[in-house]
Each structure stands twice: as C-alpha cells, then as structure tokens.
C-alpha cells in the first residue's frame, strides 16, 4: 500500500511549526529492514498526525509476529533519538487487514487510544459503471442524479499538474467553499505546489464543469494502485437550483472504475471533538461505507520505563 503519508518527503514538507522529519530504519525477527519516516517535534514523534494516516508498505508483507517485532522496535528506536512520546494515527481497516493486526499490537505495547474518528468511503470495485453505482443508491439520491443529469451537461476533467494556473484554480475553488463556512483548507498553496513537484505521480487534481462552467474541484491522492483518497473537494461560485457534488461525486467513480481503483475514501467524517451529522448523512447519500480510524499515544512515563529497565 504505497502512500506518501509515510515518506520522508512528505514530513519534509511539512508546515507544521518546529517540527522535523525523523527516520529510522528497525529490524523485524527476521532481519527485514523497514524504515520508518515521520516527524519530531521536540521528544515527540509523530507518525501520521499531519496526514490522513500512517502505515508504511512493508507491514504488508509482514507475518503477525513480525508486525509486533515492528511496533516494539520502533518504540526502542525512539527511546535511543531521545523520545518521550510516540503517537500512530493508523488508516481505517478497509485499507487493508494488516491495519488490525498492527493495532493489536500497538496495544498489546499499551498505546492508548485517544481519538477514534468514523471515515466513510465508496467501494469502486463493487460497480461495472459509473450507471451502475448510481442504480446503486438511495431512491432520493437517484432522483437527485437523473434531474440533474436531464436538465445539465456536465463534464470532469483531470488536470495537468505542469501548468500552475490549473492547480491554482484548483486550489482557489476549494479554499472559496471553505471560506463560506468560515473555514480554510489546511494548508498553502506553496505546500500544494510542493506536493505535485515531489509526488507527480500520486496526485490527482480534478475539476468538475456544468454546462461549461467551472463548479467543483478536488484534490485527491493515490493510495496504492487501487485506492484514491479525496484530501479536498467542494463547489463554489455557481447558481445551480441543485448540488453538483452529487453528480461530481459520480464522475469520480467512474474515474475509478475505469481505472480499477477499487476504493474511493471521502477521509474523516466526524471524530470525539467534532461531531458532525449532516456531513455523515450526505456521506451516505452517496454510497459510502463506514470504518473507524484511531489515533494511538505512548504515554511518556512508559518510555521512561523502558529507559531504565535496559
């Protein structure tokens, strides 16, 4: 499951304040090398708190014994870089089955759970077509689909990531819609830019047209070969009677099931702090399933622990 949310790179460019990339590399029973790449702030280390998640590839590969080797390595590696507090925010289980048996462990060395957030994702791979996934949903949302589909043109475009212009569009629209919500999109434009000379490959950017006009935008990463993680989307600056999301939403599928990207994740819906159901419905109206997505703490004195039992 090849991510850049556990690349060195991506903690490079980080805009966390005060933060650094750290890597390492640990040793599973067996002597497989598997690095680890994340961020250290201070005596902490941060794996996947400023990305969707963290899981390195090569747990993949791992048997169940070497998956603990893993998590009890990476606790003895920080101890030896001076750190006092590890926390792991893992993908949802729909990424693969590996993620249970590395939370067992994580647990099994008495990592804390502090945040469970609800994700929510559309299986592609359950759809022939972009027709057949629509079929698929709810009678309202079907209704929704066939109105807008009889009364507008509609068109989705993948943007090249060489010319600027298009991933500043991109990025505008997204920004605009988190503006009116009196939110902002949680990082710079820079740090986009930054993202698509470094992993050209993994991004996607796409932009979603009505009738010729410009109305919805998404910027999504290639998770493996088969999955495709939503970071932003939105709509803004139109006067449709109805929401394009929809209809955007079923072009994307589309995208996927021509491509065989068997999984399209929509990211957190809704975690302890934030509770947010109109987001979750809306969610569902579109055909996602659900998964939950942890975020695990070593506490300090626990490493402290470990200091002096060597």
Known sequence: MENIFSTRGYYEASEVGEAEALSFNVLTADKTVVPIHGQRIEDTLRLGLSAPFWFCPELLNLDFDSVGSVVRSIIENSVENGIREIWVKTPPSYYATAVDDFEYHLSRENFDVVNTALCQAIRCDAFQSSLVYESSLK???????????EMHSFQLRDCSLDWEREVADVYKLINNNRSKKAMTLKYSFDYLKELTTRYRERLRLFKFFVDDNYVAAAICHLVGEDKMYVAAWGDFGHALNKSPMYKFCSSLVEYCVDRDIGLLDFGVSSDRSTYTPALI??????????????????????ISCEVRAQ
């Open 281 to 302: 419905k809306f969610k569902e109206n579109i055909g996602c399933c659900s998964s939950l997505q942890r975020t695990y703490k070593y506490a300090s004195h626990r």
């Open 139 to 149: 009678s309202a949302s079907k209704r929704l689909l066939r109105r807008f589909s």
